[in-house]
């Protein structure tokens, strides 16, 4: 009896499951419908023409050494050029992550929008493929059924890379001063 309820339990998520997620074989001719559909998305298409604008590998280092150059006006007590070099390379690697945030959200939110078309006839997506305003489409609805789940889980991996990118930030800014001592002398110090 006291393994009654768990095992009825998987029972029950293993018959939900697989009444709803008839996978079909991954041929090339599926491959590319579902690659054409998922340029055709929405999302992807309003990421790719959003004003956001990943900056030049140039403006990243100008800005760090701006940075850097700001921070050294602010701390009157001198540091070694091994403190600063790192420095400005720790805002180096922070800009370069936060470049990449949206690229790697847009990649996840791919994948598990082809994970959500795997499922669909190829009829379901010849129609898909080939319609003008897919996202309007009944069979659209009926293949997609998650498709505001879709949008959140986009905004929750976007969110996810770029807390990632500023924990780590923090975590190298906050070890680099603590290697050098900066908060015994500095009220600003990275902590």
């Not at 403190?83 to 790697?104: H, P």
């Not at 009829?123 to 898909?128: D, Y």
């Not at 923090?170 to 603590?178: F, I, Q, T, Y």
């Amino acid at each position: 009896m006291k393994y009654f309820f768990p095992s009825l339990f998987m029972l029950v998520l293993i018959a939900l499951n697989g009444c709803s997620t008839t996978l079909y074989p991954q041929t090339p001719d599926r491959a590319k419908l579902i690659e054409e559909i998922i340029q055709k998305s929405v999302m992807v298409q309003t990421v790719a023409n959003s004003n956001y604008k990943k900056k030049t590998e140039e403006e990243i280092i100008e800005l760090s050494k701006f940075s850097t150059l700001e921070r050294k006006q602010k701390i009157t007590t001198p540091l070694s050029s091994d403190y600063w070099s790192n420095y400005e390379n720790n805002l180096v690697l922070f800009t370069r992550d936060m470049n990449s945030t949206t690229e790697k959200a847009l990649s996840e939110y791919k994948d598990e929008y082809s994970s959500e078309l795997s499922r669909a006839t190829d009829e379901e997506l010849e129609i898909l493929a080939n319609s003008p305003d897919m996202e309007s489409t009944k069979t659209y609805k009926k293949v997609m059924r998650r498709d505001g789940y879709m949008a959140i889980y986009y905004f929750q991996s976007l969110n996810r890379f770029e807390l990632k990118a500023i924990h780590d930030h923090l975590a190298r800014m906050s070890k680099l001063d603590s290697e050098y001592n900066v908060c015994s002398f500095y009220e600003d110090c990275w902590k």
